[in-house]
């Protein structure tokens, strides 16, 4: 069984900055690819940032491009979620995901992920 543990989320004021890590179990982490979402109060989760199995490639939510910066480090089995110039629209559950598909593209519809963690709140003051 696949689990993804998010961490590193809390309370930050506008135009500061926090690192999401998610660390995932299981020994064929370096197949998947890995997407971030979010989910704000009242509003349905929706795509963030995206990697391919090899980190060769990314994709972010325009809403996040230029502040937002995705890595994964296949020897330790984590995915990260660098997020600076953070905005009070940020504020939301953020949760790391997992496709096993191994595609060269990166996964950015929910309903092809087949792995998620619980998520961490990201909270962001104005």
């Known amino acids: 069984q696949v689990q993804l543990v998010e961490s590193g989320g809390g309370l930050v004021q506008a135009g500061g900055s926090l690192r999401l890590s998610c660390a995932v179990s299981?020994?064929?982490?370096?197949?998947?690819?890995m997407g971030w979402f979010r989910q704000a109060p009242g509003k349905e989760r929706e795509f963030v940032a995206g990697i391919t199995w090899s980190g060769g490639t990314t994709y972010y939510a325009d809403s996040v491009k230029g502040r937002f910066t995705i890595s994964r480090d296949n020897a330790k089995n984590m995915v990260y979620l660098q997020m600076d110039s953070l905005k009070p629209e940020d504020t939301a559950v953020y949760y790391c995901?997992?496709?096993?598909?191994?595609?060269?593209?990166?996964?950015?519809?929910?309903?092809?992920?087949?792995?998620w963690g619980q998520g961490t709140q990201v909270t962001v003051s104005s």
């Open positions: 299981g020994r064929t982490f370096s197949t998947y690819g």
């Open positions: 995901a997992a496709d096993r598909a191994r595609l060269t593209r990166v996964v950015v519809a929910i309903r092809e992920y087949d792995y």
